[in-house]
Nanobody, 122 residues
């Protein structure tokens, strides 16, 4: 089990950028594949991106490909989500999550952070 804490959310205008961080407790962070998900009001939680434990493999939802970048620093027990060219439809609570394997399904992630709000205004 790993405890996750997100930070970096906020309010920006269309076209702006934000970088989310997710810091994990424990000494086995590199063993976990990490994902970012988001949930907008009245919508289901959706996959955004994942990264392998080593950081060598990443995968993105089509809706964010080319605009968002997931990365990690295992020495700092932290995974990042750099979000550029933000759109109003990116407005959501963003969650990081840990899994023992890479997946786009939230059901495959056992440990979740508390979420951080991202609001993009037009």
């Amino acid at each position: 089990q790993v405890q996750l804490v997100e930070s970096g959310g906020g309010s920006v205008q269309t076209g702006g950028s934000l970088r989310l961080s997710c810091t994990a407790s424990g000494r086995t962070f590199s063993r976990y594949d990490m994902g970012w998900f988001r949930q907008a009001p009245r919508k289901e939680r959706e996959f955004v991106a994942f990264i392998s434990g080593s950081g060598g493999r990443t995968y993105y939802a089509d809706s964010v490909k080319g605009r968002f970048t997931i990365s990690r620093d295992n020495a700092k027990n932290t995974v990042y989500l750099q979000m550029n060219s933000l759109k109003p439809e990116d407005t959501a609570v963003y969650y990081c999550a840990a899994s023992s394997f890479m997946s786009t399904s939230s059901a495959d992630y056992n440990d979740w952070g508390q979420g951080t709000q991202v609001t993009v205004s037009s």
